[in-house]
């Protein structure tokens, strides 16, 4: 519908010119919902913008720990808000780099994986964790067992005993034991991936400011899930296959804590490069999902704006 009838107030305007006017209620109440909603939905993206700037903080920590958060969180919002006060095409202009970056580096990411995964690499596998929760070699462990090495050789029950980790369990339970605690966990991981996949509505709300839009719009609809879907799962089976569900570095906090000394470890990528022994790799990761959230931030504003801006237009 967006695609057939792109306007102003993009998904908004519809339901108020086909949400069966006269029937459910009167032309009247139908604006003051299209208003609401737009407006609900403004207020949902901008506290994503938040949620960004807190990444963004995140992120910083894994360079500089003795910085407090809440610093980082005032000098996030600068760039976001200057992109949007460019016109459309500069905005679009400035997603699209950062998406190509954003895009190449998981390729290139998931062809590391691959090559980790069947020892290609020359630097010794840092699978022990010292004192400060730094990746150590395993003679040097201190916290924890040392790990087994990643890839796809797995343990053969009737030659030798099993050791827990990735490769022999499928689902690891939380917050109990048992099938109970396999059903939380796989609840959680829902969770956090049906928010990875908000905001693919987007595209709705640029149609009226796109160059063909019954044309463009589609083919964008159909791009973006398709490749959304391969770039999700081969990054989820190269994490799955190169970083242990048993390894303390996931059960660090996301932020510095006294009782936890040492750099934190903001994404799994991160931990597979380090643990690889390939810390210009975790550092050049942690740069690009900067740029993601920046790339994240600049969307958000520009849909929280857009809305009810467009809505007052049409």
């Known amino acids: 519908m967006v695609a057939l009838l792109p306007l102003g107030g993009a998904l908004f305007s519809l339901a108020e010119r086909f949400w069966l006017p006269g029937i459910v209620c009167s032309p009247t109440v139908l604006l003051i919902k299209s208003f ?4 609900l939905y403004a207020f949902a993206w901008s506290v994503d913008v938040a949620n960004k ?9 894994y360079w500089v720990q003795d910085m407090s958060p809440y610093l980082w969180l005032g000098i ?3 760039l976001p808000l200057l992109f949007n006060l460019l016109n459309v095409q500069r905005i679009g202009e400035i ?8 895009i190449l580096t998981l390729v290139g990411l998931v062809i590391l994986g691959l090559v980790v995964i069947s020892g290609g690499t020359r630097e010794t596998a840092l699978l022990g964790t010292d004192a400060n929760y730094y990746p150590v070699p395993c003679n040097e462990t201190v916290i924890g067992n040392c790990l087994s090495a990643p890839g796809f050789d797995c343990t053969i029950p009737s030659k030798q005993a099993l050791t827990l980790d990735w490769k022999e369990s499928a689902f690891k339970g939380i917050l109990t034991t048992g099938t109970a605690g396999k059903v939380a966990a796989f609840w959680d991981c829902f969770v956090v991936a049906v928010f990875a996949y908000v905001g693919i509505e987007t595209l709705g709300v640029t149609a009226w400011e796109t160059e063909c839009p019954r044309k463009s719009i589609p083919q964008a609809v159909r791009r973006v899930s398709n490749r959304i879907t ?6 989820v089976f190269v994490i799955g296959l190169t970083v242990s569900s048993n390894d303390p570095l996931l059960l660090l906090p996301t932020a510095p804590n006294p009782q936890t000394p040492g750099r934190i470890y903001p994404g799994a990528f991160i931990i597979m490069a380090e643990r690889a022994g390939l810390p210009v790799v975790a550092h050049i990761i942690n740069a690009v999902m900067i740029l993601a959230v920046l790339s994240a931030a600049t969307a958000d504003i520009y849909v929280t704006v857009c809305p009810p801006l467009s809505d007052e237009v049409d």
């Open 36 to 39: 609401a909603c737009s407006w």
């Open 53 to 61: 700037a807190v990444s963004f903080g995140i992120l910083m920590n």
């Open 230 to 235: 391969i770039y999700y799962i081969a990054a």
């Open 95 to 102: 997603e699209f780099v950062l998406t190509s970056i954003k």
């Open 76 to 78: 996030f919002l600068i």
